[in-house]
């Protein structure tokens, strides 16, 4: 079974930049589209971006997109998330997602698997 681990959390500075990583492992990432979430405190989670098998297309958060970067690297398992420039409005937990479409991240249905979430923190 898939499993995804977030890493590249902390606390960052307004206007910094920050990369999250996540690694899969139980199944060959180019079997799934890849999605980011967040969930700031008190609020529900949100779809942040998302990424096909391929690479070939991406999907963003309109407040995020000119912010926010999703990329993946199949061969080694990897899926990344660079955020530049960061805001405080960016705080949050970010989770890792996959499924077997990305159609289905923006509705969070059926069929996602979630990894357990990093911790965004951003303070001056």
């Known amino acids: 079974q898939l499993q995804l681990v977030e890493s590249g959390g902390g606390l960052v500075q307004p206007g910094g930049s920050l990369r999250l990583s996540c690694a899969a492992s139980?199944?060959?990432?180019?079997?799934?589209?890849i999605g980011w979430f967040r969930q700031a405190p008190g609020k529900e989670r949100e779809f942040v971006a998302s990424i096909s098998w391929n690479s070939v297309r991406t999907d963003y958060q309109d407040s995020v997109k000119d912010r926010f970067t999703i990329s993946r690297d199949n061969a080694n398992n990897m899926v990344y998330l660079q955020i530049d420039p960061v805001k405080r409005e960016d705080a949050g937990i970010y989770y890792c997602?996959?499924?077997?479409?990305?159609?289905?991240?923006?509705?969070?249905?059926?069929?996602?698997?979630w990894g357990q979430g990093t911790q965004v923190t951003v303070s001056s």
């Open positions: 997602a996959a499924a077997g479409d990305a159609s289905v991240f923006r509705s969070m249905g059926l069929g996602i698997y």
């Open positions: 139980g199944a060959p990432l180019e079997n799934y589209a």
